[in-house]
């Protein structure tokens, strides 16, 4: 206990002097086994002398000691990260070593300067020719972006294949066939550019980029990337949501065939998803189950046209794609409540007639019928509730019906209905139009 104690002293004492603090610069590192001892061992040899470990902070492989099968050979091979304490050839003093068995001992066969200060994770994977190809990501120092290397090992020799600097990346099977592509954006911030890029193994044994397109002009960061069909034709699609530099949403739409791409030019420069206090941040997603990704955009309520964007309540427009990604079409309409948890399908009757009304601090969000001549509200439509568990057994609900929980957030829905008014929704309605969320 004294030396827990005595543990928890020094690193508030660290963090409150404004020091960087390591886990690996406070905890012994775990206590090797006999492979990692030997293999530990191979590596001090080659250096002469200790090496301080590095450990992976993401991912399945979280170990200094990456041991596994990555060429043809039946022995296994193995990949040590570690800083060095000289650098003789002007790289980083991070460092990766692969180490082969020769004659029944690890040995040392190559060592690479990292590409960044730490490793974020390490992932093998078939990139196309049927082989093993090794990624490692790194994290940079004071920078937002990563950097990868891909490996290819053969012959007791490892060979970097690729590297680059990139805001996102992340392996996609954009064509079903079993092997993965890496789908990765480059980012000059510049030029204030951005682009999408496809890479994988290709004929001739090859490694390269497969497909290439610029991105929107006005990306500025990238907030999710979703990909599969993109309409009721089978067209498969990568949907990247961005943040603009205007501070809105944004999405922009890469088509696939085979193993490349093409930008969709079916999206408007003014379809874009506008956040606020009243309006969640929701991306690109099957949102109604059918199988198809719909794209987002908002706009204002009846009534908030004139507010500052800040205060405006928005309706949310899901869109397909259509005509394999060369027009678009208006799905449905919906309100996403402020936390995202639930929504509201806008039947058509109400588009344009039927505004809303919200409270934070009551939970509720109340539906009325809308006159865009005098600009007043005219009926009272409809009020959804949501209470914290806590606070149903509490709270007045006379009149409110409930429609379901969502266990997620610990929320209760309530609805009270306006039977008499021909904008009401019937309990049918009700039923298939309210859909909880999380």
């Not at 794609?321 to 799905?331: F, N, R, T, V």
């Not at 919200?358 to 005219?378: H, L, M, N, P, Q």
Request: aromatic letters at 10%.
């Amino acid at each position: 206990m004294k030396k827990i104690l005595s543990l928890f002293a020094a690193f508030s004492l660290l963090c409150l002097s404004g020091c960087s603090v390591s886990v690996e610069n406070l905890l012994s590192p775990p206590k090797l086994d006999e492979e990692q001892s030997a293999i530990y061992e191979a590596l001090r040899l080659s250096k002469g002398g200790d090496v301080h470990l590095k450990y992976p902070v993401s991912g399945q492989y979280r170990s200094a000691f990456v041991v596994e099968n990555i060429d043809s050979e039946e022995t296994d091979e193995a990949i040590v990260f570690y800083e060095a304490s000289n650098v003789t050839d002007g790289g980083s003093s991070l460092r990766l070593n692969f180490l082969d068995k020769q004659n029944g001992e690890w040995v040392s066969v190559y060592d690479f300067a990292a590409l960044g200060s730490e490793i974020e994770r390490v992932r093998f994977t078939d990139l196309g020719d049927g082989g093993t190809s090794i990624m490692v990501t790194y994290s940079i120092l004071n920078s937002s972006d990563s950097a990868t290397s891909i490996f290819r090992y053969a012959d007791n020799t490892p060979q970097e294949v690729y590297k680059s600097r990139h805001s996102y990346l992340n392996l996609l099977d954009i064509n079903e066939d079993g092997a993965e592509e890496v789908f990765l954006i480059n980012q000059d911030r510049t030029a204030g550019t951005a682009s999408a890029y496809l890479l994988g193994w290709a004929e001739g044994d090859i490694f390269t980029v497969l497909s290439a397109a610029p991105l929107n002009e006005h990306f500025s960061e990238c907030r999710n990337i979703v990909s599969g069909p993109s309409d009721d034709l089978g067209y498969k699609g990568i949907f990247i949501d961005y943040t603009r530099t205007d501070g809105a949403l944004g999405t922009d739409i890469l088509i696939c065939s085979d193993r490349t791409f093409t930008p969709s030019k079916a999206i408007p420069e003014q379809l874009i998803h506008r956040t606020n206090t009243y309006t969640p941040s929701v991306y690109s997603q099957d949102i109604d189950g059918d199988g198809i990704i719909e794209i987002p955009a908002t706009s204002p309520f009846p009534g908030y046209e004139n507010h500052v964007r800040s205060e405006q309540v928005n309706i949310t427009h899901w869109y397909q794609l259509a005509s394999a990604g060369y027009s678009i079409k208006q799905d449905f309409v919906s309100y996403m409540s402020i936390r995202g948890d639930y929504m509201l399908l806008i039947p058509s009757r109400w588009v344009g007639s039927v505004t809303i009304t919200v409270s934070i601090a009551d939970g509720t969000a109340a539906f009325s019928r809308y006159d865009s001549t005098t600009k007043e509200i005219v009926e009272e439509l409809m009020v959804i509730r949501a209470l914290p568990e806590a606070s149903v057994e509490r709270a007045d609900l006379t009149g409110f019906t409930e429609m379901g929980r969502s266990e997620k957030t610990g929320y209760c829905f309530f609805i009270k209905n306006n039977t008499e008014s021909s904008f009401a929704l019937t309990e049918a309605e009700l039923k298939d139009y309210f859909r909880i969320l999380g």
